[in-house]
């Protein structure tokens, strides 16, 4: 694939996950993603890693750990499905998606990261005084420095319930929640948390951004 910028060519290369055996049957895709990630993050040329659009695909915990040769994009088009056999979490309860030692990697795409939150809910001290009090997977993960220029972090419409720990921003823009209401939309983000952020060289430190002239509200 390639795409003009300016009078410029950039080539990319495409990796789909579904070329490296991942089957969106219920059956584990654990090691085909881990194998198409390795692939992408290998090649000399940019690439892209794609999650096909209306594919489900259930992943065990996993690291994409760099560094990788070229910049890199996970196009996440489907749902990637944390399993239900909490067994497969007993190195680390608190791991499930985790980028580490990664530079010039990218995220998009629109699909769905689903933590599979109800399992841990329903073993949980919450619902059953029985049951031990223990730390459900984190959804994502993002390990070392993120230094874009532009935000850190940005964190969109429709988001809930996201934790940024431990972070190493800038240099750039900071934390950005937005940038909200385009075009009259109405848009909605709740449960933010940001905990032990270091800042450095950002023109500052969490935002919200919204476009002018809408209505908004925060809490």
Not at 162 to 169: D, E, K, L, R
Request: overall charge neutral.
């Amino acid at each position: 694939m390639s795409s003009k910028m300016g009078r410029s060519l950039v080539v990319v290369k495409m990796f789909n996950v579904n070329d490296y055996g991942a089957k969106a049957d219920g059956s584990d895709a654990t090691e085909a993603l881990n194998n198409a990630w390795k692939a992408a993050c290998s090649s000399s040329q940019g690439s892209v890693l794609v999650v096909p659009k209306n594919k489900n695909y259930l992943l065990k915990p996993i690291t994409f750990e760099g560094p990788c040769t070229s910049s890199i994009t996970v196009q996440i088009y489907g749902t990637l499905q944390a399993s239900a056999d909490r067994s497969a979490y007993s190195k680390d309860l608190t791991r499930w998606l985790v980028f580490e030692n990664v530079q010039n990697l990218a995220v998009e795409g629109g699909g769905t990261i689903n933590g599979n939150g109800k399992i841990w809910w329903e073993n949980s001290c919450k619902v059953n005084d029985d049951l031990s009090c223990k730390d459900a997977p984190t959804v994502l993960i993002f390990y070392n420095f993120i230094g874009t220029g532009d935000d850190c972090i940005s964190i969109v419409s429709g988001s809930q319930k996201v934790q940024a720990t431990g972070i190493t921003c800038g240099p750039g823009h900071g934390i950005c929640i937005g940038s909200l209401g385009d075009g009259n939309s109405e848009a909605h983000v709740s449960d933010v948390t940001v905990n032990g952020a270091t800042l450095t060289g950002t023109t500052s430190g969490v935002r919200i951004k919204t476009w002018e002239g809408q209505g908004a509200q925060a809490t």
